[in-house]
T-cell receptor, first 116, second 118 residues
Framework: AQTVTQSQPEMSVQEAETVTLSCTYD???????LFWYKQPPSRQMILVIR??????QNATENRFSVNFQKAAKSFSLKISDSQLGDAAMYFC?????????????FGIGTKLQVIP | DGGITQSPKYLFRKEGQNVTLSCEQN?????MYWYRQDPGQGLRLIYY???????QKGDIAEGYSVSREKKESFPLTVTSAQKNPTAFYLC?????????????????FGNGTRLTVT
């Protein structure tokens, strides 16, 4: 069964600094997607970034980038130039992409605090 | 605008009553999902459906039921058998494809329903 582990319940970062959130996963599949979602206090889930497992190049979206290590089953999120609006819960998620049933599994989340 | 609508935003019920949470999408997505969110436990999958008239149990299906009679709708019933029903419930949808590089879409979420059972 696929599992997603986020080992940092809470993190804090100074405004304008860089922070990295960790995520590891367990799967026997070779073809899958990984996602990072942000959930601000409004509780709306917002997609931050996604990575396709067959692509070696790490995904980037403006200030957000990932470090995808397929062999280590690691998928960390780096937030550069942190802003106050980045304060939120961040969830890592996994989805297989090889046909059949494709349930999406989430980690328990990391609460990010941004200090002015 | 296309999106996912969950209603109501807040729902209150007495213990022992069944309650149905609504989820409608106009994104023409094949797959729909129900998650439960509790503090410190992330999002846990209750049920999901990839095609009309078919659905699969997630990790915590006990005490819940769903139907998928239309592509656009995926209502969740919280039955009296669910021991701890008070929670925040999120519905989501996505395209689905087995093709590599098909831009398999991520989940799009509704705004959630906060259910309180007393």
């Amino acid at each position: 069964a696929q599992t997603v582990t986020q080992s940092q319940p809470e993190m804090s970062v100074q405004e304008a600094e860089t922070v990295t959130l960790s995520c590891t996963y367990d799967t026997s599949e070779s073809d899958y997607y990984l996602f990072w979602y942000k959930q601000p206090p409004s509780r709306q889930m917002i997609l931050v970034i996604r990575q396709e497992a067959y692509k070696q190049q790490n995904a980037t979206e403006n200030r957000f980038s990932v470090n995808f290590q397929k062999a280590a089953k690691s998928f960390s999120l780096k937030i550069s130039d942190s802003q106050l609006g980045d304060a939120a819960m961040y969830f890592c998620a996994y989805r297989r992409n090889s046909g059949g049933y494709q349930k999406v599994t989430f980690g328990i989340g990391t609460k990010l605090q941004v200090i002015p | 605008d296309g999106g996912i609508t969950q209603s109501p935003k807040y729902l209150f019920r007495k213990e022992g009553q069944n309650v149905t949470l609504s989820c409608e999408q106009n994104l023409n997505h094949d797959a729909m999902y129900w998650y439960r969110q509790d503090p410190g436990q992330g999002l846990r999958l209750i049920y999901y459906s990839q095609i009309v008239n078919d659905f699969q149990k997630g990790d915590i299906a006990e005490g819940y039921s769903v139907s998928r009679e239309k592509k656009e709708s995926f209502p969740l019933t919280v039955t009296s058998a669910q021991k701890n029903p008070t929670a925040f419930y999120l519905c989501a949808s996505s395209h689905i494809s087995a093709n590599r590089g098909s831009n398999n879409s991520p989940l799009h979420f509704g705004n959630g329903t906060r259910l309180t059972v007393t």
